[in-house]
């Protein structure tokens, strides 16, 4: 498949400032995630914060943001561990809802003083849906995106089964007690969340079991790009949560549009990309690690029934992908790829995506340019 680059800003410098020019003049990058999460290392404090928006909105690039306040999960990690909680119980308890919610919150106050969009990434809890909606309520450019697990496993996950079976659960933000992914679902309806992923970042069994007496050791991240479309179709369109268009929108054109490489991905017409999946709503498979296409040795969705299946993609006009369909049933491992080494392409993406960025200029003027006080006397 074709591909871009969210670049990572997890310090700041001139040089940093500097490199994000080159970066959107010459490489065709649009979009810096920042994360404000995992103190001592990836983490930006408020300061750094401020001096990257700033810049993105210079360039006309969008910042993206992991919203986890990294202070207050470490102290959360140090507190379970010092009542003997090692388990991978320790990762949902250590990062709450308040954790996330306090973080969206305080991104969108950043981003509105600055007036720059901002995209929020794996959006988890309705507290956090609830931030949002507030932002977007006055005026701001504000996008948040759900993750295809975060709307379909709840956290009963962490408290069962083997440490195994636990810790290849364990993500940040983690999952969400039952109530929260209808939620997200509503966000979606709504429209006070645009995207939908997978932040697919997946490890095998044997490197999970590194955090195996420290649960802040279990490497963070689980599969789900294989599975996506499947489970949203399954759970959202099959469910009645979404209809087929919003399917589309929430996959494809609304990210296509925030990161503006639309009408050349997220649409089919003449001029696109001809890059189609064809999804058949009455083909089912069996999601499982045993069948999955993916170099690892778990599942989240271990043993879960889908119908709605991916029968045939598509990628610049050609056919690279077909399932093997035996009455409604997809027999995945038995499907076929036509793909061949480098196929894929960069696609540079511009600033100042009309989506995102046009009108942003009168809101400055509009909110944030001030005249002094005339006074009548100096004292």
Request: proline share 3%.
């Amino acid at each position: 498949s074709d591909y871009s680059f969210h670049v990572a800003v997890t310090w700041w410098s001139d040089q940093v400032k500097e490199e994000m020019g080159i970066l959107t003049t010459e490489r065709g990058v649009n979009s810096f995630k920042h994360f404000m999460a995992y103190k001592g290392s990836l983490m930006m404090n408020d300061e750094a914060l401020v001096n990257s928006f700033r810049r993105c909105k210079e360039l006309g690039a969008i910042p993206t943001v992991h919203a986890e306040n990294g202070e207050l999960v470490l102290l959360g990690q140090k507190k379970l561990l010092e009542q003997g909680v090692t388990g991978p119980e320790g990762h949902p308890w250590s990062r709450p809802v308040e954790v996330e919610s306090e973080a969206t919150n305080r991104a969108a106050v950043i981003a509105n003083s600055i007036n720059t969009p901002i995209y929020i990434v794996h959006v988890s809890c309705s507290e956090s849906v609830d931030a949002i909606q507030r932002a977007q309520a006055r005026g701001q450019r504000i996008y948040g995106e759900a993750l295809a697990g975060h709307l379909t496993i709840d956290d009963s996950v962490y408290y069962k089964g083997s440490w195994d079976e636990a810790a290849k659960y364990v993500m940040s933000p983690p999952f969400r007690p039952k109530g929260h992914q209808e939620a997200l679902w509503s966000g979606i309806k709504r429209g006070v969340l645009q995207t939908t992923a997978t932040d697919n970042c997946s490890f095998c069994q044997e490197q999970k079991r590194m955090g195996k007496t420290d649960f802040t050791k279990i490497p963070n991240g689980c599969n789900g790009v294989e599975d996506r479309m499947s489970i949203l179709w399954h759970h959202g369109v099959n469910a009645s949560k979404i209809n087929e268009n919003e399917f589309v929108a929430i996959t494809s054109t609304n990210t296509a549009k925030i990161f503006n490489i639309f009408p050349r991905k997220g649409l089919i017409a003449v001029g696109s990309d001809a890059d189609i999946a064809v999804i058949d709503p009455n083909v089912k498979r069996t999601i499982s690690a045993s069948t999955h296409w993916q170099m690892i040795d778990t599942n989240v969705w271990e043993g879960w029934e889908v119908r709605g299946v991916t029968v045939l993609t598509v990628h610049a006009g050609k056919v690279v992908w077909e399932a093997h369909v035996v009455g409604d049933t997809a027999e995945w491992r038995k499907g076929t790829f036509h793909v061949v080494k480098g196929q894929g392409r960069y696609v540079k993406r511009e600033c100042f995506g009309k989506n995102v960025y046009e009108g942003l200029e009168d809101r400055d003027s509009l909110l944030y340019k001030r005249s002094p006080v005339v006074r009548t006397a100096n004292y």
